[in-house]
């Protein structure tokens, strides 16, 4: 599998540009036998050291722009992302079990134009010092999240694997350019481009969520680890069929 292609930027023009500042990365332990019936069948999941994991992602969303249109006059919102790392053909990726995000525009946007699952759900977003606190809670389903942490000291940037730099866990869950979705009737994949995040060390005070089990997960480890950045500019680019999925039974 080719972990290193995927950082390589898209020839040609993106579908629009965005920045996601504040992120915070925590990880758990989920059984693979769970989530295999979650995820489409023409993709894998990617595991590690025989483990699969689920990864939930708060963050600031900000001058969500179409191509030309000036950064400031930008969509800007919170969003909370429920996701698991799958393959297909060679290539690693993410696939996202579910998306909350306090604009309903982007909402509608997303799940119309492509095919993702997301909710709409009152969020908000703490920042003092290195102190932080995310909380949302969907709409309608009531399902809530919540994390405080406290940004620590620089990290390494994950460095690319080679023959001489094993693949560091950092470098697994965090250098993903690659998207997948499942849309009438194909899977679908879509890219991103940006620079490796800059991290930080978390100490993760409080957590708690209700995604996973809104999903249909149980047996979901404590965090086993977590991850912070204060940002990266980001290209997205169109999504596209690579396989068709099968009929459902």
Known sequence: MDRVAPRTRPQGR??????????????????????????????????????ALVGFVPFKMENIVPP????????????????????????????FLSLEASSLVAVEVAKTFWGLPYFHADMSFEGRDSLVTYES????????????????EPLPTPEAPSATTPLSLEYFLLERYLLFVARR??????????????????????????????????GVSPPICAHASPGVSVEVFSTFPVAKLPLQR
């Open 14 to 51: 993106n579908a629009g540009s965005q920045r996601w500042s504040d992120l915070l990365f925590v990880h758990a332990t989920v059984p693979a036998e769970q989530l295999r019936p979650l995820v489409p069948e023409p993709l894998e999941l990617d595991l590690w050291e025989g483990k």
């Open 68 to 95: 030309v249109v000036p950064p400031a006059l930008g969509l800007n919102f919170l969003e909370t992302n429920l996701r698991t790392y799958v393959h297909h053909a060679g290539k690693p990726g993410v696939f």
């Open 137 to 152: 809670r969907r709409r309608h389903q009531h399902t809530h999240f919540r994390a405080k942490a406290r940004f620590r």
């Open 185 to 218: 009737g194909e899977l679908h994949c879509g890219a991103v481009h940006h620079l490796p995040y800059p991290l930080r060390a978390v100490e993760l005070l409080e957590f708690s969520e209700e995604l996973t089990a809104a999903v249909g997960l149980s």
